[in-house]
């Protein structure tokens, strides 16, 4: 018996799988493709994300393996200066999403979640005991909750009859790598040409001399599953530049669509959904496998924490209420996006209204904070400014707030040194030091680092610590 079986070893299931691993839970991940699928879909991560990464210790594995640029064309393509940002990351991290999925997988399985691969969910039934999830080759495997975290076509999602309302794809965009005989200079040029006109069409050099390639297709394809030939490819670019530049040896050639659509329910009893399983939109601003990342970091502690017994009552359940309306905003900001970018007359006009309002400092902050996720405050009630929102890493006398965040676990941070958390002491740390950045007395940090409270007395901690860490461990006294 398991204690989580994740569906779908993609960034949102892995790490999903390595955040219950610090909470010391047996986690199964199975995963349906025998071997890491070659294409590259996302290029990199958000400042949210990279923050993430920060607090769990995975960030320099990152760092060496991608490289950090200023922010540029955030939000539909218009590019404006950025405003200086309240982060110690403020940078966009340009990392392939192979690369990703990669570090991610490996780092599930060396903190111990075991990753299957070759093994794909075909059926689920669950009990008020746990889950049994079926392969496609008969093998039943029990655990006490699933996630599903197997992508936009979730079996999980189907399985559970879970709705996926939305808009169904109206545009299809063709996307690979691949050889050209055509110069650099000639691809630079035609890029630039066409995409005043169309933004889904560009060549992207690799560092190898390669090219990363989108073009638009000829209408909508009946199964997206199903890769493009290279005869597709060359006939769309011919059509649209009026040339195939003489595109060959793809290494991949992959289609996305524009669908835009969001899971009517987060959790049916003991199975939750989580990244694309739970949303889905187009790739404008890059933002889908932050989105799902970040999932995993809002319900990875929470579901430790009611399979270990001391999750207070509606904890798992402020899953969905938190992290539903966070994709909402995506999709809403997607669908703008494509709005935007849209060669129209009316859509043009606003686009260029939009480039102006966002001379505007505060209309810029609030885009970018929106795309990199650092705007996200949840609904925590009454409060100080800080409520809710995530905490940015800052500068103690000894080291680094994210630095004393890798295990997972709550945090008092306590610039007075006379508060306590001694009852909660097996859930939460407490960290007696100063920071000239912060400006309240102290903060709790959820394991997610989102402000639970925030204050300088004992009595109103103690009021906010059982909502998110539940009753106190009886064995401690006051
Ligand atoms: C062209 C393009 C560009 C993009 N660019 C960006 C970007 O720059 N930034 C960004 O944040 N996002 C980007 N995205 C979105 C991003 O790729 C996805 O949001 C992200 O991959 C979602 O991660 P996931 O783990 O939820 O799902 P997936 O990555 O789809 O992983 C799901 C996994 O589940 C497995 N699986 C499926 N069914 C089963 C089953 N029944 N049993 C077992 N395993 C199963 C699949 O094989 C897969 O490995 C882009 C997407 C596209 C198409």
């Not at 390595?18 to 199975?30: I, K, P, S, T, Y």
């Not at 071997?35 to 607090?55: A, C, I, N, T």
């Not at 290279?230 to 009026?242: N, P, T, Y």
């Amino acid at each position: 018996m398991f204690d989580v079986i994740i569906a779908g070893g993609g960034p949102t299931g892995c790490m999903l799988a390595a955040e219950l691993r610090l909470h010391g839970l047996q986690v199964l991940v199975l995963e349906k493709d025998a071997e890491p699928s070659k294409v590259v879909r996302g290029l990199g991560l958000h400042v949210r994300s990279v923050e993430v990464m920060d607090q769990r210790g995975m960030l320099e594995r990152f760092l060496e393996h991608g490289k950090q640029h200023p922010f540029a064309s955030f939000f539909a393509g218009i590019t404006k200066p950025v405003p200086r940002l309240d982060t110690a990351h403020a940078y966009t991290l340009g990392i392939p999403q192979n690369v990703t999925d990669r570090l991610l997988a490996e780092y599930a399985v060396e903190v111990g979640a075991e990753l299957r691969r070759g093994c794909e969910l075909a059926g689920l039934s669950q009990d008020d005991d746990g889950v049994t999830a079926e392969l496609v080759d008969g093998t039943q495997l029990h655990s006490r909750y699933l996630v599903g975290c197997d992508g936009g076509r979730s079996t999980v999602r189907k399985l559970l009859g879970v709705g996926f309302p939305g808009e169904p794809s109206t545009t299809e965009t063709l996307l690979g790598e691949a050889a050209a005989t055509a110069s650099a200079e000639e691809l630079a040029a035609a890029t630039a040409e066409i995409r005043k006109t169309q933004l889904r069409f560009g060549f992207m050099p690799l560092a190898d001399g390669g090219y990363r390639f989108v073009v638009p297709a000829d209408g909508v394809a009946e199964d997206r599953a199903v890769p493009p030939t290279l005869d597709e490819v060359r006939q769309q670019l011919r059509a649209v530049a009026g040339t195939d530049f003489g595109v060959h040896s793809p290494r991949w050639l992959s289609r996305f669509g524009d669908a835009t659509r969001l899971a009517e329910r987060y959790r049916v009893g003991r199975v939750l959904l989580a990244g694309d399983a739970a949303h889905v939109h187009p790739p404008l601003g890059g933002q889908g496998l932050n989105l799902g990342v970040q999932d995993a970091f809002n319900l990875g502690w929470k579901l430790a924490a009611e399979i270990g017994g001391w999750a207070p009552g509606g904890l798992l359940d402020s899953y969905e209420t938190e992290r539903r309306p966070v994709a909402a905003d995506v999709l809403n900001n997607t669908r703008a996006q494509s709005v935007l970018v849209s060669t129209e007359p009316g859509p043009q006009a606003v686009r260029r209204l939009l480039a102006e309002l966002m001379d505007f400092e505060d209309v810029n902050r609030f885009l970018v904070e929106k795309i990199t996720g650092i705007g996200i405050r949840y609904d925590f009630g009454e409060g100080p400014g800080l409520l809710g929102r995530r905490l940015r890493d800052v500068r103690l006398t000894q080291g680094r707030l994210y630095e004393l965040t890798h295990h997972g676990r709550g945090l008092l941070l306590d610039q007075t040194g006379r508060l306590s958390v001694a009852r909660w002491a097996d859930r939460v740390d407490h960290v007696v030091d100063r920071s000239e950045e912060l400006a309240e007395s102290a903060v709790l940090l959820r394991p997610d680092g989102h402000v639970a409270w925030a204050g300088d007395d004992q009595q109103t901690l103690e009021q906010h610590l059982p909502r998110w860490f539940g009753t106190p461990d009886p064995a401690r006294r006051p």
